[in-house]
């Protein structure tokens, strides 16, 4: 079973496009398993099931998904594109500095604009240099950006934190980024 395979699965269709498969979520983005089972095609010949998808999310590194205490319900914990799915985040105060991993050939589009959320909710941040790198790497030769959190949020930002521990923000003004 190619585990990474479903996982970009469950990601495109809980973040992006439940309506490929017809699959219905609610503002807070959680989909029945059973349904989604059923909606489901084949992943690389496998047929999802709730084992496999319980040991995707266990295994993830990533800590993308989540799964409701009942085990009934499943929904990505962050980096939805799909309107409706507006969940419930709690405020917190970030750290001092963030990271943001990106590719150079966006650096001079972030420079006259700062870091924008575009086609997903959220600005994506991380406490990790390492994790900036690796996010960064996926786009190009990598960037990372350090954020002035704790300076945005004196001013008046707020910054939320998804389950998985990603810190998440609507836009990074170019006053609060400092390019290594």
């Known amino acids: 079973m190619n585990e990474k395979a479903i996982s970009q699965y469950l ?14 979520l609610d503002n807070e983005g959680w989909a029945d398993i059973q349904e989604l089972i059923s909606k ?5 010949n496998v047929i999802l099931n ?7 999310v266990r295994n993830s590194d990533k800590k ?5 205490d009942d085990w009934t319900k499943i929904r990505a914990v962050q980096g939805h594109s799909t309107a ?3 969940i419930t985040l709690k405020k917190l105060v970030p750290p001092s500095y963030l990271y ?3 590719a150079q050939r966006f650096i001079d589009s972030i420079k006259e604009h700062g870091l924008l959320s575009k086609d997903r909710q959220y600005v994506h941040l991380t406490e990790n240099k390492d994790t900036a790198l690796t996010v960064g790497a996926r786009y190009g030769k990598p960037e ?21 521990g990603v810190w998440l923000i609507k836009h990074v003004p170019i ?6």
Do not use: C, W, Y
Not at 40 to 44: A, T, Y
Not at 50 to 56: F, G, P
Not at 144 to 164: P, R, T
């Open 50 to 56: 709730k084992d496999i998808i319980k040991n995707v």
């Open 144 to 164: 990372i950006l350090v954020i002035d959190a704790l300076k945005m949020h004196d001013s008046g930002f707020e910054f939320f934190q998804a389950e998985n």
């Open 175 to 180: 006053e609060f980024i400092a390019f290594q």
């Open 64 to 68: 993308r998904f989540q799964i409701s």
């Open 100 to 102: 943001h991993g990106t």
């Open 40 to 44: 489901s095609q084949p992943i690389e």
């Open 11 to 24: 990601s495109f269709i809980l973040r992006h496009k439940p309506e490929e498969i017809g699959l219905t």
């Open 84 to 86: 409706s799915v507006n």
